[in-house]
């Protein structure tokens, strides 16, 4: 129940955070935290990856072909992190990608200015 109030609340940050930008880019908010919804366990207590958050990585990761398309996955991963606050532990989330064995062009971080991505 707890994770499903998590992911709850994950997907509205990202609904709320993506409203201005949803006609220009193809990713939605709802789809990255359905992507990463599994990821949340790791990022907030630790323990391992599995393979269903790693799954969730690489697809977001693929469906993230322009720049808009990064820009706004990296805002919603930014809303996401902001909604964790201190429950989310930045070194697990900035190690990720690197643990799924997916190279990304932006650090997952609360603190990432989304424009700069590329």
Not at 14 to 28: D, G, H, Q, T
């Amino acid at each position: 129940m707890e994770g499903l109030l998590k992911l709850s609340t994950l997907v509205i940050v990202c609904m709320l955070v993506s409203a201005p930008m949803a006609s220009e880019a193809a990713i939605s908010c709802g789809a990255v935290a359905s992507n990463l919804g599994q990821c949340i366990n790791y990022l907030t207590k630790g323990g391992y990856v599995s393979p269903a958050c790693c799954s969730g990585v690489r697809r977001l990761n693929s469906m993230a072909r322009t720049t808009i398309d990064r820009q706004q996955a990296c805002r919603c991963i930014q809303g996401a992190a902001k909604a964790l606050g201190s429950r989310l532990n930045a070194g697990r989330a900035v190690g990720l990608p690197g643990a799924c064995r997916v190279r990304i062009s932006y650090p997952i971080s609360a603190r990432i200015n989304c424009n700069n991505v590329r």
